[in-house]
């Protein structure tokens, strides 16, 4: 390993001999490879999809089973990004008063892609930098009494229940959690569970549209219904839900609705949002992060991000992401996500693998969630990913999450069946 004064001397000398361009400083990602012809999606879907893994930097010889934490962007979205910086830095913006800074402006070009990509209006939706803190926007925006509760499921994802908890903890503010049902055996399950739970301090409801630790996709439109025939504002984390599966924010019908691009949709890291569903919802949200036209109700959704600086190449990036997964189509990816799910679901539990996905083809779709007792969850990841580069996650002990993105294959899906069968074997577990 270089000291830091070899290192120094050694760059020192490495910019004496070759001068800096931008073609020496081009990192893979900027080649670009051309997608493969849309003919071939009709006539050879598996030809189209094997030439459309190109696209993603991941090494071939590695299959990532998890997405679900956050994604990888494919080449014309990590073009997007760097050109975006090589312009933006160069800062000759046409407007005096036009800098690279996100976070004191509309940014329509931004909002209005990803606004229709989500089936809403530009005016409802707001780019934030993640979904922890869009849901920090929702936990801290209403005005709420000590004693009024939130209802909120047991399987929201930290940066779900975190907000609540220091509301709670800070405000007084009740957080109700309910049991899902691992499986829920149909939408109906869920919302009795949901139904029962309500009381009449319930204020909002906040679940996630699909759950991290078991991917169940809950059934959103009429969760939303639900709390709207009692006067209950429902909040929706769909962290997962952009690029995995088609989303129609204003068919759901919910109040409010928030998430990541990072993940499914392979978004840039560091872009998230809140949907908020009209004027009446915003007027009842305040502001968590503020500057100049925060307050500004004319402004919409927008003034939700009056947030001071952000990063434009990040936007960009975003709008190539949306790009990209319309060039696909959102119905196919959404077929292959579910289809790869629904093969490994099988696997798993021909395995003897405990199921905590749906046996509804409507409550889930790119996450199988199975529970192999007498399997380390930890030791299994870190042996998977140490030895064999196949990345997955799950819950202590024994929670496998398995999350199939469109880019794997069959046979990626089937390596790592095999290994797990190894595994098994290793460990004496039958
Ligand atoms: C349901 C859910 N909500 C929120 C988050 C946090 O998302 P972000 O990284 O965009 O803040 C995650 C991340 O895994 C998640 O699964």
Redesign the pocket.
């Known amino acids: 390993m270089l000291d830091r004064r070899s290192f120094l001397g050694s760059a020192a000398a490495m910019s004496a001999v070759t001068p800096v361009s931008a073609q020496a400083l081009a990192p893979i990602s900027l080649t670009s490879v051309p997608l493969p012809a849309a003919s071939l999606r009709d006539t050879n879907p598996d030809a189209y999809w094997k030439a459309l893994r190109a696209q993603f930097l991941i090494p071939d010889d590695v299959v990532n089973l998890n997405v ?3 994604g990888s962007s494919p080449r014309p979205v990590l073009k997007a990004i760097f050109d975006g910086f090589e312009t933006t830095e160069q800062m000759t913006q046409a407007g005096s008063e036009e800098y690279p800074i996100w976070g004191y402006g509309s940014w329509d070009q931004y909002r209005k892609p990803f606004a229709d990509f989500m089936g809403a209006k530009v005016e409802q939706m707001a780019i934030l930098r ?4 869009a ?1 920090s926007y929702v936990a801290n925006g209403f005005d709420m009494k000590v004693g009024d509760e939130v209802l909120i499921s047991d399987e ?2 930290g ?2 229940e975190m907000p609540w908890m220091l509301r709670s903890r800070r405000y007084g503010v009740v957080v109700k959690t309910f049991a899902m049902p691992k499986p829920p055996r149909d939408a109906a399950e869920i919302l009795n569970r949901i139904n029962d739970a309500i009381t009449p301090k319930t204020r909002i409801i906040f679940v ?1 549209h ?3 630790s078991t991917g169940v996709i809950l059934p959103a439109k009429q969760i939303a219904a639900l709390a709207r025939s009692k006067g209950i504002i429902s909040a929706f ?1 769909g ?2 839900a952009p690029g995995m599966i088609k989303v129609d924010l204003n068919d759901i019908g919910c109040d409010l609705y928030t998430g ?1 691009m ?2 499914w949709l392979f978004a840039t890291k560091g872009t ?1 949002f809140l949907y908020l569903r009209d004027k009446s919802v915003m007027d009842r949200v305040w502001n968590t992060v503020a500057t100049g036209g925060y307050d500004d109700p004319t402004r919409m959704a927008d003034r939700y991000m009056q947030i001071g600086s952000s990063c434009i190449p990040t936007l960009m990036g975003l709008n190539a992401a949306i790009d990209f997964a319309n060039a696909i189509g959102m119905d196919r990816i959404e077929a292959r996500n579910r289809m790869l799910t629904d093969y490994i679901h099988a696997e798993m539990t021909k395995r003897g693998a405990e199921s905590w996905t749906s046996p509804d083809p409507a409550l889930r779709g790119a996450i199988a969630t199975v529970n192999v007792p007498g399997v380390q969850r930890m030791e299994l990841q870190d042996w998977l990913w140490t030895n064999h580069k196949v990345r997955i996650r799950g819950g202590n002990p024994s929670k496998l999450r398995l999350a199939t993105p469109y880019f794997l294959s069959k046979a990626d899906i089937d390596r790592f069946l095999s290994l797990f069968d190894d595994y098994r074997k290793m460990k004496g577990i039958s």
Do not use: R
Request: aromatic share 0%; charged share 15%; with cysteine.
């Open positions: 679900g934490t956050v993640n979904c922890t803190e849901n929201e994802h940066s779900g996630s699909i759950s991290t984390d962290a997962h990541s990072h993940k998230g």
